[in-house]
Nanobody
Framework: QVQLEESGGETVQPGDSLRLSCTAS????????MGWFRQSPGEERRFVAN????????YYADSVKGRFAISRDNAKNTLYLQMNSLKPEDTAVYYC?????????????????WGQGTRVTVSS
């Protein structure tokens, strides 16, 4: 049974940094492309970032490019999202997701496995 568990979400102030983690089990983590998505109240789930199985390629939404960094540690079965210069509009529930390589990294429907999410609130 595949399980993805996010952690690290909390309430922070604008300009702060935060690192999210996602620990995977029940799958061969190193064979999966991993993504982060986020969902704000009343909005659809949106792509944030993706990293290929070997970490060789990364992809970002324009809204986070230059501020967020996705990384992975295949030895620890863990995915990370380093978020810097946080803004109020980054407030959302953040989800990690897993997919096999070769699928669109931007579409939530292309990810069969999802975590339960971790809440990030950016507020002064």
């Amino acid at each position: 049974q595949v399980q993805l568990e996010e952690s690290g979400g909390e309430t922070v102030q604008p300009g702060d940094s935060l690192r999210l983690s996602c620990t995977a089990s029940g799958l061969t983590f190193s064979r999966y492309s991993m993504g982060w998505f986020r969902q704000s109240p009343g909005e659809e789930r949106r792509f944030v970032a993706n990293i290929r199985w070997n970490g060789g390629n990364t992809y970002y939404a324009d809204s986070v490019k230059g501020r967020f960094a996705i990384s992975r540690d295949n030895a620890k079965n863990t995915l990370y999202l380093q978020m810097n210069s946080l803004k109020p509009e980054d407030t959302a529930v953040y989800y990690c997701a897993a997919q096999t390589d070769g699928r669109s990294v931007y579409l939530s429907d292309a990810y069969p496995y999802w975590g339960q999410g971790t809440r990030v609130t950016v507020s002064s």
